[in-house]
């Protein structure tokens, strides 16, 4: 999977994926939605990744799917309205 590195990743996101981009996405360890999102335009394209580089999802494991969702939605192809 190729993320075009010229446009803007948040662009790929629905409007309600780009809310809250300054709050705690996993709240147990403090990680950032941004933070996320950054780490994933960087090349964590996995949740294992991200688990990794931010330590998003390492708690409780609850906020997963959530991860899942962006990496689904920036890594995809074409542009998501
Ligand atoms: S909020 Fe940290 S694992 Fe879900």
Same mark, same amino acid.
């Given at each position: 999977?190729?993320?075009?590195?010229? @446009?803007?990743?948040?662009?790929?996101?629905?409007?309600? &994926?780009?809310? *809250?981009?300054?709050?705690?996405?996993?709240? /147990?360890? #403090?990680? &950032?939605?941004?933070?996320?999102?950054?780490?994933?335009? *960087?090349?964590?394209? @996995?949740?294992? %990744?991200?688990?990794?580089?931010?330590?998003?999802?390492?708690?409780?494991? /609850? /906020?997963?799917?959530?991860? %899942?969702?962006?990496? #689904?939605?920036?890594?995809?192809? #074409?542009?998501?309205?």
């Amino acid at each position: 999977m190729k993320i075009d590195p010229v @446009s803007n990743p948040l662009d790929k996101l629905p409007p309600i &994926l780009k809310k *809250n981009l300054d709050r705690n996405l996993c709240v /147990c360890n #403090e990680v &950032l939605k941004m933070d996320i999102i950054d780490a994933i335009v *960087n090349g964590a394209t @996995s949740v294992g %990744e991200i688990k990794k580089q931010t330590f998003a999802t390492v708690g409780s494991g /609850c /906020c997963t799917q959530q991860v %899942e969702r962006l990496i #689904e939605c920036l890594c995809s192809p #074409e542009t998501k309205k």
